[in-house]
């Protein structure tokens, strides 16, 4: 089971541009392959790294390198910040990359700021690198976050709900101040998708003072390596199973991953678009005569397949002969 090692920094991080889950990730292992190069966190020039593209691709990833390009592109230019021991910190963090040995590895030139950014902490989370590439959203976020605290040797611990926010990446979404919407829409399901993908299995408790949440306690306990065996083992065959074959050879590069694409698609709406998608979708759903709140990544996803059939429509009728 390989592991990379994620710098605290950039467990909760923050960017000008919209990061996708692949983005993350590809960060995530640009990070991983400083520390194994044990680069020091001063550097006076640009640093070339050398990774694997298959590493920044993820193991469940295309065999090809079309979306990593993508991806690749992305990156450069993104001005990323975070915050370490309450202070901030900016920095952009892939200047140039170029894709070599035919595809098989990325050199990625990273500019001081970015290696500073990446290696001054001196903690550090070793996760799962499956999970950090498969999972998606905030159960990945929240998978990393007990990763990160897992090195402590503790079998639980409390975040208070403004800590909590800011780590998934919410803070300055209004609708999460309200406590039953950050658990119906982010922690619930991310709970749900660490539990039933990772190699942890996690319980979460609101902590209250009166009548109020005010911090939220997760114990865990990580699987024993039977237990993971299992986990992998079906993970690796849902993903064979989700995996399809481009149709074409002519046809324009397929994302392989739909939740991977529905996110970038709902990353480039408005914050309008969005809500008009949500009304038109309806927030919440009924199932045994009781309402459930429907989580955004569900949203999301029921939004881009509609947009995408909708596509499909007009390029049908515009290939039809006029009569």
Same mark, same amino acid.
């Given at each position: 089971?390989?592991?990379?090692?994620?710098?605290?920094?950039?467990?909760?991080?923050?960017?000008?541009?919209?990061?996708?889950?692949?983005?993350?990730?590809?960060? !995530?292992?640009? &990070?991983? &392959?400083?520390?194994?190069?044990?680069?020091?966190?001063?550097?006076?020039?640009?640093?070339?790294?050398?990774?694997?593209?298959?590493?920044?691709? +993820?193991?469940?990833?295309?065999?090809?390198?079309?979306? %990593?390009?993508?991806?690749?592109?992305? %990156?450069?230019?993104?001005?990323?910040?975070?915050?370490?021991?309450?202070?901030?910190?900016?920095?952009? /963090?892939?200047?140039? !990359?170029?894709?070599?040995?035919? +595809? #098989?590895?990325?050199?990625?030139?990273?500019?001081?700021?970015?290696?500073?950014? %990446?290696?001054?902490?001196?903690?550090?989370?070793?996760?799962?690198?499956?999970?950090?590439?498969?999972?998606?959203?905030?159960?990945?976020?929240?998978?990393? %976050? /007990?990763?990160?605290?897992?090195?402590?040797?503790?079998? $639980?611990?409390?975040?208070?709900?403004?800590?909590?926010?800011?780590?998934? +990446?919410?803070?300055?979404?209004?609708?999460?101040?309200?406590?039953?919407?950050?658990?119906?829409?982010?922690?619930?399901?991310?709970?749900?998708?660490?539990?039933?993908?990772?190699?942890?299995?996690?319980?979460?408790?609101?902590?209250?003072?009166?009548?109020?949440?005010?911090?939220?306690? $997760?114990?865990?306990?990580?699987?024993?390596?039977?237990?993971?065996?299992?986990?992998?083992?079906?993970?690796?065959?849902?993903?064979?199973?989700?995996?399809?074959?481009?149709?074409?050879?002519?046809?324009?590069?397929?994302?392989?991953?739909?939740?991977?694409?529905?996110?970038? !698609?709902?990353?480039?709406?408005?914050?309008?678009?969005?809500?008009?998608?949500?009304?038109?979708? +309806?927030?919440? $759903?009924?199932?045994?005569?009781?309402?459930?709140?429907?989580?955004?990544?569900?949203?999301?996803?029921?939004?881009?397949?509609?947009?995408?059939?909708?596509?499909?429509?007009?390029?049908?009728?515009? #290939?039809?002969?006029?009569?």
């Amino acid at each position: 089971m390989r592991e990379i090692t994620v710098p605290s920094s950039a467990v909760a991080l923050r960017s000008d541009k919209p990061l996708t889950p692949a983005m993350v990730s590809a960060i !995530w292992e640009l &990070a991983s &392959a400083l520390d194994a190069a044990r680069i020091p966190a001063e550097v006076d020039n640009s640093v070339w790294l050398e990774v694997p593209s298959r590493l920044l691709r +993820g193991e469940d990833g295309r065999n090809d390198n079309v979306w %990593l390009r993508e991806c690749l592109t992305r %990156l450069t230019g993104v001005q990323l910040s975070g915050e370490w021991r309450g202070d901030p910190w900016g920095a952009v /963090l892939l200047a140039e !990359w170029k894709i070599t040995q035919g +595809g #098989s590895m990325v050199r990625a030139l990273i500019p001081p700021a970015g290696v500073h950014a %990446l290696r001054s902490p001196q903690n550090f989370a070793r996760i799962e690198a499956r999970a950090a590439h498969s999972l998606t959203g905030h159960g990945r976020q929240l998978y990393v %976050l /007990l990763a990160d605290k897992k090195r402590l040797g503790r079998p $639980f611990w409390t975040f208070t709900l403004d800590e909590l926010r800011s780590l998934m +990446g919410v803070a300055d979404k209004k609708s999460y101040e309200r406590w039953n919407n950050f658990r119906q829409w982010v922690l619930d399901p991310a709970l749900a998708a660490v539990n039933d993908y990772g190699t942890v299995e996690v319980s979460m408790t609101p902590e209250k003072r009166g009548r109020t949440v005010h911090a939220v306690t $997760f114990r865990w306990r990580w699987k024993d390596p039977h237990d993971a065996s299992d986990t992998t083992s079906e993970n690796e065959r849902h993903s064979a199973a989700r995996r399809r074959l481009q149709a074409a050879a002519d046809a324009p590069p397929m994302i392989e991953d739909r939740d991977e694409a529905a996110c970038l !698609w709902w990353d480039g709406l408005d914050e309008t678009a969005r809500e008009k998608w949500m009304e038109r979708l +309806g927030r919440t $759903f009924e199932a045994g005569g009781k309402h459930y709140s429907r989580p955004e990544r569900i949203l999301r996803r029921m939004a881009y397949d509609l947009e995408n059939e909708a596509d499909e429509g007009v390029a049908e009728n515009a #290939s039809q002969p006029l009569e």
